[in-house]
């Protein structure tokens, strides 16, 4: 196991009330904790740690700390059969993980893709210093999910026909690849990726999205303008619903950015959105030096505040 991945137990309740535990693999740069601040990375679906990895490197050269557990049943962190893999399920189990950790230090949420709705609710649920969303899935269905119901269905017979999943499981495997040009490492996770994504919340994350206007939470939104699973309009409509002022960027423009977003923190403003016009859906991994500079600006928003009234 590498040297910054870690073990602990977690004791969280599925969306039915069922208390479940589960040995939890999650990545850790700091594990003494940072002066700084500590970042909570929500992976999405397909998705691990492992996804952040780049980011942590950045990040670990400023001293903030990046954490990242593995979902259970997703690959890395062992499953149970009673997992629903709903929205209810994965917030006990967040915020059950991060009880357990217990963080002192400044909390900024990070979600990348499905990651995002639980980065948001995780934020608004524990009033988190900062919430940065990447690539994140908006308030409509997409159009790599639609038809939703394929998701749905195809999850709910998989699980129904339990004497038959390994004879289904080249099928789901090559329907997965074929359609999303990624690779399932193993068979048997796409029904669980298929469950997890039929269970996003969609709409049902602007209440929390309003309720980031109340708190004094930092907010940063970014996406690429090629995003090949996510439409541009999407984006921009949730950019609207967080009231965030959007900047348009080039791969030539990179270095202007930091300094206008470090402004908006210095005048009193919550944050931004930056669409990143030649970049697709994973930024997280694509532009993580870019990221690990708008986190260090975002856990020094304060101070950028006080200087400027100095």
């Known amino acids: 196991m590498s040297s910054s991945l870690q073990r602990i137990s977690v004791r969280f309740r599925t969306g039915k009330g069922q208390e479940l535990e589960s040995e939890v693999i999650y990545s850790d740069t700091m594990p003494s904790g940072s002066q700084i601040a500590t970042v909570c990375a929500v992976h999405g679906t397909p998705g691990s740690h492992s996804d952040f990895k780049k980011l942590a490197s950045f990040l670990l050269e400023k001293r ?42 400044k909390l ?124 541009n309009d999407i984006q921009e409509e949730v950019i609207q619903k967080y009231s965030l002022p959007e900047m348009s960027v080039k791969e030539a423009e990179d270095t202007m950015l930091l300094p206008a977003v470090a402004d908006s923190f210095k005048f009193g403003g919550k944050g931004c959105a930056v669409c990143f016009e030649n970049e697709s859906h994973f930024m997280q991994q694509t532009k993580a030096d870019l990221l690990a500079e708008l986190t260090k600006i975002m856990a020094e928003a304060d101070q950028l505040k006080r200087r400027s009234h100095l």
């Open 108 to 231: 900024i949420m990070i979600g990348h893709s499905r990651g995002s709705e639980n980065a948001l609710m995780t934020a608004v649920q524990r009033n988190a210093y900062g919430l940065i969303l990447v690539n994140g899935t908006g308030l409509r269905i997409h159009h790599a999910i639609k038809p939703i119901w394929k998701f749905r269905y195809g999850a709910a017979l998989y699980f129904s026909l339990t004497p038959f999943q390994s004879f289904l499981n080249p099928y789901y495997k090559k329907w997965f690849e074929s359609n999303y040009n990624m690779v399932a490492k193993r068979a048997e996770l796409v029904p669980r990726f298929m469950k997890t994504v039929a269970n996003l919340s969609i709409e049902g994350t602007a209440p929390f999205i309003e309720k980031t206007k109340e708190l004094p939470m930092k907010i940063i939104y970014v996406y690429g303008g090629k995003d090949h699973l996510i439409e």
């Open 64 to 105: 903030i700390r990046l954490i990242c557990p593995n979902f259970p049943g997703l690959g890395i962190t062992k499953g149970h059969q009673a997992l629903e893999y709903t929205n209810e399920e994965r917030q006990n189990f967040l915020n059950a993980f991060l009880d357990n950790l217990n963080i002192r230090e």
